[in-house]
Nanobody, 127 residues
């Protein structure tokens, strides 16, 4: 079964850190660009960060720049989102999505043309 599964969400205090994982099963992530997106209650989906299949192209939203870092470990078929200095406004459901060839060399910032989506993991930043 082809799927993406996010994990690592939870409740964290402001200023804390979490590392989200996006694990693929049923296919290899080597040839896929990955995007992380989030959606807070009552708000539209927002692109958070993305990475090309090679890892050579990455991007991060201005709202999380300097705090979030995306990385990938193709050997583990997993992409990570390290989130530091978390703020209450980071509270959202976080989704990962994959986009394969021929568009895997670019960073899927807007989430267009994605082949697979995960079901999301909830991140709550609150004291």
């Amino acid at each position: 079964q082809v799927q993406l599964v996010e994990s690592g969400g939870g409740l964290v205090q402001p200023g804390g850190s979490l590392r989200l994982s996006c694990a693929a099963s049923g296919f290899t992530l080597d040839y896929y660009a990955i995007g992380w997106f989030r959606q807070a209650p009552g708000k539209e989906r927002e692109g958070v960060s993305c990475i090309s299949s090679s890892g050579g192209n990455t991007d991060v939203a201005d709202s999380v720049k300097g705090r979030f870092t995306i990385s990938r470990d193709n050997a583990k078929n997993t992409v990570y989102l390290q989130m530091n200095s978390l703020k209450p406004e980071d509270t959202a459901v976080y989704y990962c999505a994959a986009r394969g060839p021929p568009y895997d060399s670019s960073c899927p910032k807007m989430g267009f043309g994605m082949d697979y989506w995960g079901k999301g993991t909830l991140v709550t930043v609150s004291s």
